[in-house]
């Protein structure tokens, strides 16, 4: 029965699956309490207007977007920066700057679906709104190094760009917006060619054409001598001499925190997400070809939905793709060493007693399950042991004519007669 599959593109998260992506949850929000952010929730469904306004061809083609039956055209949100910069244009709006938000969830885009790449998957998102300064941009790099370290990953590296190099260039030869993000979006795809033409066509000069292409070739890890080229390949373009100054400040400030962050610079580097206006960068792994992270600056975007003018700059992480690398990296989850209790009634009659016992335990905060399928004690002891259940309260006639139960510990095998007020101090 096809109905009984999930939906193209969509997963179910079974325990083992649902308990590492909660895993780095926990590590994403301790992240951002390290980093200073505060956590906002969001709805998933937005006004498909607000996620269209700067979201680039390439995820506007993308959305889950529908009418609602009250006739509003809606969409599932495809990321979480369109309604975080809603919130700081609107309701916190007065709020003193610098404004550090976290949010963390499901987003939705009509990707082809292959590893790595689904329909409906989870981001850990940082923005850092108020702040037109490098310390800012060299902030979101560090906090993402930070979450790869937190979860165990090896051997991420950070590519950077700088959209305001290239865009510098192309404004400079009066090139219009929409032609600069078609341009964008095919640099995004490495569609060079297209690209180029795209620039001849409208008309740039021969010089601004050179400076292009010479840029999309100029990449590398000696990255303070990359973006020292940059500025020599973009003399006299005034914007994009100042972008390469910008993007030098960055790294400088990155290196002079001693992160021992791997980057290269890729002059020519693009992203698919039209509201960039200055650093851009992604965190891959080798093992795996796609992003596990990207991000950059926004300058404009908050402005565009009627607040007031904001520099800003974020970052969203694929949870899904960092639990595949931790996957292929045989990155182990830290241990939390569990107490966790069975109560078994050896007579169906001591259920309450049992009920009693269960709610003691779990109100001293231990992990306790019930025996809820009436079975024999070597059956139920068992199954707790397939479980990996430390310990057993067993309640027998005998012992509970004494007020007592027994306490069974699981892994050594051994077990002794405690009365009842004194089970908690047992468990350990
Ligand atoms: P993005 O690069 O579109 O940026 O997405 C961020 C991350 O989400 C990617 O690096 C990748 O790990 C993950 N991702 C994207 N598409 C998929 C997919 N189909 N399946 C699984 N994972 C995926 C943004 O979303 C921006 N909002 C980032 C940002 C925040 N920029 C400034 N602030």
Known sequence: MSQLKTVRGMRDFLPEEAKRMKYIEAKARRVAELYG??????????????????????????????????????????????????????????EPKPLRLFSVGSVYRYDEP???????????????????????????IMLTNSLMKSVGLRNCTFKIGHVGVLRGVMTEENLYEDTQNA????MDKKQYDEAFKLVKDAKAKEKCVKTLKKLAELKGGGVFEIAERIKEYVKGY????????????????????????????????????????????????????????????????????????????????????????????????????????????????????????????????????VEVMGRKIAKALEDADRRRIK??????????KEGSVVVRDLT???????????VIEEIV
């Open 391 to 400: 310990y057993a309260v067993i309640i027998g006639e005998k012992e509970l």
């Open 238 to 369: 005034e914007k994009a001499e100042a972008a390469a100054e910008n993007l030098y400040e960055i790294l400088k400030l990155i290196s002079e925190s001693k992160s021992k962050i791997a980057a290269v610079v890729d002059a020519g580097f693009a992203r698919g997400l039209e509201y960039y206006t200055g650093m851009i960068f992604e965190v891959t792994v080798p093992e795996i070809d796609i992003a596990l992270g990207g991000g950059g600056r926004y300058d404009r975007l908050i402005e565009l939905f009627g607040g007031e003018p904001t520099p800003a700059v974020g970052v969203a992480h694929g949870i899904d793709r960092i639990m595949l690398a931790m996957q292929t990296q045989k990155t182990p989850l830290e241990k939390k060493e569990e107490r966790r209790v069975v109560v078994i009634p050896t007579k169906n009659e001591f259920i309450g007693r049992a009920m009693e016992i269960s709610r003691m335990l779990r109100d001293a905060d231990i992990p306790t399950e």
């Open 37 to 94: 952010y505060q956590e906002i929730i969001t709805p998933v469904v937005e006004s498909y207007e607000l996620l269209a306004a700067k979201a680039g061809e390439e995820i506007r083609s993308r959305m889950f977007a529908f009418r609602d039956l009250g006739d509003r055209m809606v969409a599932l949100r495809p990321e979480f920066t369109a309604s975080v910069a809603r919130i700081v244009a609107t309701a916190l709006k007065n």
């Open 183 to 186: 341009v964008m979006q095919l």
């Open 114 to 140: 292959q590893k790595g790449r689904y329909r409906e998957f989870w981001q850990s998102n940082y923005e850092l709104m108020g702040s037109k300064k490098p310390e800012a941009d060299a902030e979101i």
């Open 412 to 422: 050594k095998r051994e077990q002794k007669t405690v009365e009842i007020e004194k």
